[in-house]
């Protein structure tokens, strides 16, 4: 893996929550090392392609695979409230291969996405 990708990967994983794309260039600058858009934005495509990242495309962040497996659908609990998501395994993704097939499709990537409000949201 190239240097610039290890260090996105790294600030993901650091993070422990969604990113937006313009804070990991930010935050990949913090020591010194200048990073420009593309590159970032070609790292995070590769981490995903490789299933050690996910885009949540309703908040227009990206986040480290809780799960580890390579090129698996994923599912996200969304809190509207603190911006705080979880990685859950998503029952319904196996439902849209049959669909898939039939209408001649190949799925690479499924992902899903509920928003609400968290438990520390709910109690607060």
């Known amino acids: 893996m190239t240097g610039p990708r290890r260090r996105v990967l790294e600030l993901l994983l650091a993070s422990g929550e969604p990113v937006k794309a313009y ?19 070609r790292a995070l495509e590769f981490l995903e392609r ?17 799960h580890g497996e390579r090129a698996h659908a994923a599912a996200f609990l969304i809190c509207d409230c603190c911006g705080a ?8 993704a196996a439902g849209l291969s049959g669909p898939a097939e039939q209408n001649g499709y190949v799925l690479e990537r499924v992902t899903i996405e509920g928003h609400g409000l968290c438990a520390d949201c709910r109690a607060g």
């Open 23 to 41: 804070d990991l260039i930010a935050a990949y600058g913090a020591d010194g090392q200048a990073a420009k858009p593309p590159t970032v934005y």
């Open 50 to 66: 490789l299933g050690l990242a996910h885009r949540i495309a309703s908040i227009s962040a990206y986040v480290a695979c809780s």
């Open 85 to 92: 998501a979880v990685e859950v395994s998503p029952p319904a």
